[in-house]
């Protein structure tokens, strides 16, 4: 961390960084925490959003009228069976329309074909397909995993294969600090942000 650089809580900075990206790689320890940040990007973002929920938390969440569901947002909980046709709407709807796809979260994707052989290359193809498409309409992708820090790089939590890392990415931690969330953008700039966050959701 750049110890030039201080905590603060301008959302339009927040905002930027998720939409100037194609690529945004989020790595969280604890999944209450990612829920919260997310119901607060939904809440900052300008664009349609389509959200993958592989872990269903926030899902959950709206099902019990917790958390409003947007106008902008649609909602999808991928399965085995029904992953194909999704796969295919997701690319027609972000070929023609600037949108934010919200993969919520690698570890499910991974858990959903982890008896596939070669699981890490499928799931890598669909991904960059995903952000090639995206590309297309210059709209914005953000990867959700849970992981750790092994010291070579982030590896995905039980499962422990390594987290996507591309060119062109950003990549940001999420962390509880007290009643506010911390979210560091290790790369490209180094920078860190305190948001202020219900933590009422368990």
Known sequence: MNKNSENKTDFDDIKIIFEQNVLNS?????????????????????????????????????????????????????????????????????????????????????????????????????????????????SNTVIASMGKNEGEGWVLSTIGRQVIDAKNMSKIQLERENSKIKMSVLSPSNTSFVIPIDFELR
């Not at 119901?39 to 938390?57: A, E, G, Q, S």
């Not at 690698?106 to 290359?121: A, E, Q, R, Y």
Request: hydrophobic share 45%.
């Open 26 to 138: 989020i790595i969280y320890s604890d999944p209450y925490v990612k829920a919260a940040f997310f119901i607060k990007l939904i809440d900052l973002l300008d664009l349609p959003i389509v959200y993958l929920d592989f872990d269903l938390l926030y899902s959950g969440y709206v099902t019990a009228k917790i958390i409003p569901k947007h106008d902008k947002l649609r909602l999808f909980q991928p399965t085995r069976d029904n992953w194909n046709d999704l796969f295919r709407d997701i690319i027609t709807s972000l070929s023609k329309q600037r949108s934010v796809l919200i993969f919520d979260s690698l570890n499910g994707f991974f858990s959903l074909f982890n008896d596939k052989k070669d699981v890490g290359m499928f799931i890598n193809s669909y991904i960059m397909l995903i952000v090639a498409t995206a590309k297309m309409t210059n």
